[in-house]
């Protein structure tokens, strides 16, 4: 019984130390990050035609952006959806 015990011990710290790395590919990415990959590759004016919000088309920067996507939960859900088909292709 020993051995045994010894064995899951030894498998639970395996697993809590060693963790399965995510599949998830917005994992790791901050929002800052994402919008400046995005203004990169499409422009304020693409991104805008994409996800209808003000702060895309009406004297747009990182900063107003990232402040209202922060606190507006359906447009950051937009914009991640836009770049996760950006990196698909």
């Known amino acids: 019984m020993g051995a045994t015990f010894l064995f899951l011990i030894l498998c ?5 130390f060693n963790p399965m790395p995510s599949t998830d590919p917005l994992h790791g990415k901050t929002l800052q990050a994402i919008l400046e990959y995005l203004v990169k590759e499409m422009g304020w004016e693409e991104m805008g035609n994409h ?3 003000n702060c895309f088309t009406d004297n747009p920067s990182i900063n107003s952006s990232l402040k209202f996507l922060r606190k ?5 859900k ?3 959806e836009l770049y996760l088909r ?4």
Do not use: Q
Request: hydrophobic residues 65%; aromatic residues 16%; glycine residues 0%.
């Open 72 to 76: 507006t939960a359906w447009a950051r």
């Open 12 to 16: 639970f710290l395996f697993l809590i």
């Open 86 to 89: 950006m990196i698909e292709n």
């Open 51 to 53: 996800v209808r919000i």
């Open 78 to 80: 937009k914009v991640e």
